[in-house]
């Protein structure tokens, strides 16, 4: 129920995900060990990962640190990677978890991801500026469901404690349930005041899967975001932090949190990662919840339009839009 925050959700194999986490996309190396210390130190008990943020080394680095130092134990810390796009072929994924359990150090994850829906060749670039059709293998059911029971097998052999996904639609959650063993415990997805995602959510919430939202205050600093409005300079967002004696970013965060959400905002600035934490104390009522409900316009910040093949069904073939809302209108 919207206006209730919990520290932990229960996923729907039992396990339990603290619903506020650390960020780490966009982290640059020289600062994301830095920032995963100073997170623990603070009290973070989630640090979202991947191999794709090309910092897990680093960020492993700093979780032996704390470790060693008693600020935490393993079992305190919930830690998250994801699969990237060109190990989705079945025979590569065991081998991928263990290069980014190797990364971090760890006997096990918390929760591994598949990290996006649209597979690319083992030699598609790093710099997602440069990837062209000659990398991309676009999606397919078929496909994706070999790739979950790969996943599947990660379970089995208690590499990851939980498999979920990110950044899937309706259409390709359904797909993927048609063959799945285990439901996917998590999707994470772009989701802030201006984008809400209030049908997926839904969506989720009837299937038992988790929803986790990354970016809570937007992305602008994407490279495919192209030209997008500053959520913290929306008035509404000002009057309530006025209102709460909060910052503007904690009402972006605490928004997400009273909608039962999972939120994993990103910083490495120290003062800014202990500002997020207690966004979790910020104690908005039903009128703000109204209020910031409102402000959603349906603009999604990152299109991923590196990820499938050029052309004008592109945004289509990746979102599912018109697929997605039939679906949910369904009875």
């Known amino acids: 129920m919207e206006g209730n925050v919990s520290e932990f959700i229960t996923l729907n194999n039992g396990h339990k995900i603290p619903s506020f986490g650390l960020g780490t996309w966009l982290s640059k190396p020289g600062e994301v060990g830095a920032a995963v210390e100073h997170a623990l130190k603070t009290g973070y008990r989630h640090i979202d990962c991947a191999q794709f943020y ?47 359990l190797q990364n971090l150090q760890l006997d096990y994850l918390d929760l591994y991801l598949v990290h996006q829906v649209a597979g690319l060749k083992k030699d598609a670039p790093c710099d997602l500026g440069a990837v062209t059709d000659e990398h991309r293998l676009g999606y397919s059911p078929e496909n994706m469901a070999k790739t979950w029971e790969a996943m599947e097998k990660l379970v089995e052999k208690e590499l990851s404690r939980s498999i979920g996904i990110s950044n899937f639609t309706i259409t390709k959650t359904e797909n993927l349930l048609k063959t799945a063993k285990i439901v996917p415990a998590v999707n994470q997805v772009e989701c802030h005041p201006y984008f809400q995602q209030p049908k997926l959510k839904a969506y989720c919430d009837s299937k038992g899967v988790v929803f986790e ?14 030209e997008v409005p500053n959520i913290l300079e929306d008035e ?15 009402i972006c965060i605490a928004y997400p949190l009273h909608r039962g959400l999972v939120v994993i905002p990103k910083s490495v600035n120290p003062d800014r990662i202990r500002d997020n934490l207690k966004a979790t104390e910020v104690k908005l009522d039903a009128e703000d919840l109204q209020r910031l409900k409102a402000l959603d316009r349906n603009l999604r910040y990152l299109k991923f339009s590196w990820a499938v093949k050029e052309g004008p069904t592109r945004d289509e073939e990746i979102w599912n839009i018109s697929n997605d809302e039939a679906f949910v209108g369904q009875k």
């Open 213 to 226: 939202a990354y970016s809570p205050l937007g992305s602008p600093a994407s490279f495919d975001a192209g």
């Open 236 to 250: 509404i967002i000002k009057d309530l932090a006025t209102k709460h004696h909060a910052t503007k970013a904690q």
């Open 54 to 100: 090309f910092n897990e080394k680093e960020i492993g680095d700093a979780l032996q640190r704390c470790f060693k130092d008693g600020v935490v134990t393993r079992d305190q810390v919930y830690i998250t990677s994801k699969l990237w796009c060109n190990d989705f072929a079945p025979e590569d994924v065991e081998a991928a978890c263990r290069v980014s």
